[in-house]
């Protein structure tokens, strides 16, 4: 792992120690969450986190709807990820956005729905669900006419979550959470959002696809050439997320590790944590319990 100074040396260490300890529980009770019924005495289940005044304990709740998105001009699958079946009125949410090739059902990592169901029954975080979207392979940003991501998350997220009862009168995401391109995602829509002085009131980025060479990422046709690339990259807008909060996690085996580690070194991030690990769920699993308390920290203070 590598051996950050200061601050960040003290939040890497205590995020690994996070992710060892909550890995134990979650791994404990997994043969238990198909029916939702933890194989365990109650006694264990208090130790492990997860015991409620029932001998089931439900870890977590996934709804998934279709809904039409105006800004894409398609259908597309808008996923809950909420910490009990009948989580409360108006609970905040943050979003939670997929990396390439991916959709809104495989947005999280492997087990983030556990985590969150786990960390708010035993009190660890207050309540809070994510939201994933369907967003495409264009790094959340319009790059085919009639298909605007960015658009879709910062205009109808919001309607979509106020109509359903989450988020608030105003159904706008706290915070905002992305792995790989969604990482790329996840500070691109912060930026979006300071700019229009809502700031949210986190960042998480798993592995963000910060790459520090055009003909590089020319390689994957997403952006109409280096002037659309490098107005959009976080690599060369350091101060754009100045006042929110933000997590960075990435492996030291992982292709995007020189971007990651300059933009720490720029932006000196509330949480830079690398350890060991490829571009992979494997890795991106390992932080899951520091995700989840990282983001629980800032919920509204009215949540």
């Not at 996070?18 to 997994?30: M, N, P, Q, T, Y």
């Not at 959340?140 to 205009?155: I, S, T, Y």
């Not at 109509?163 to 500070?187: E, K, T, Y």
């Not at 912060?190 to 790459?211: C, D, K, Y």
Request: positive net charge; proline residues 8%.
């Amino acid at each position: 792992m590598d051996e950050p100074t200061g601050d960040r040396r003290r939040v890497s260490r205590r995020s690994l120690l996070i992710a060892g300890a909550s890995g134990l529980g979650v791994a404990g009770v997994a043969v238990g969450t198909a029916t939702g019924v933890v194989p365990f005495s109650q006694a264990l289940q208090r130790a492990l986190g997860v015991a409620s005044s029932t001998p089931v304990t439900q870890l977590g709740s996934m709804r998934v709807e279709r809904v039409y998105s105006a800004a894409r001009g398609r259908m597309v699958n808008l996923v809950f990820l909420l910490p009990s079946k009948h989580p409360p009125r108006g609970l905040p949410m943050s979003l939670l956005l997929h990396g390439l090739h991916g959709n809104a059902r495989s947005a999280a990592p492997s087990g983030l729905l556990r985590q969150l169901g786990s960390d708010v029954a035993r009190k660890a975080v207050r309540p809070y669900g994510y939201v994933a979207v369907d967003g495409g392979d264009n790094y959340w940003h319009p790059v085919h006419p009639g298909d605007d991501p960015m658009a879709m998350l910062l205009e109808e997220v919001p309607q979509w979550l106020r109509a359903r009862g989450f988020a608030g009168p105003d159904g706008q995401p706290f915070a905002c959470a992305g792995v790989s391109m969604g990482g790329f995602g996840a500070m691109l829509y912060g930026r979006r959002r300071a700019e229009r002085r809502q700031p949210p009131a986190a960042i998480a980025a798993v592995s963000p696809a910060l790459i520090t060479s055009w003909p590089e990422m020319e390689k994957r046709r997403i952006f109409t050439g280096r002037t659309d690339w490098t107005a959009l990259d976080p690599l060369r807008h350091p101060s754009a997320l100045n006042g929110i909060p933000t997590a960075v996690y990435c492996g030291t085996e992982d292709r995007f590790i020189t971007g990651v580690r300059e933009y720490i070194t720029a932006t000196h991030p509330a949480v830079a944590y690398t350890a060991k690990g490829r571009h992979s769920d494997t890795f991106f699993r390992t932080v899951v319990p520091s995700l989840v308390s990282f983001l629980g920290k800032h919920l509204p203070r009215t949540a």
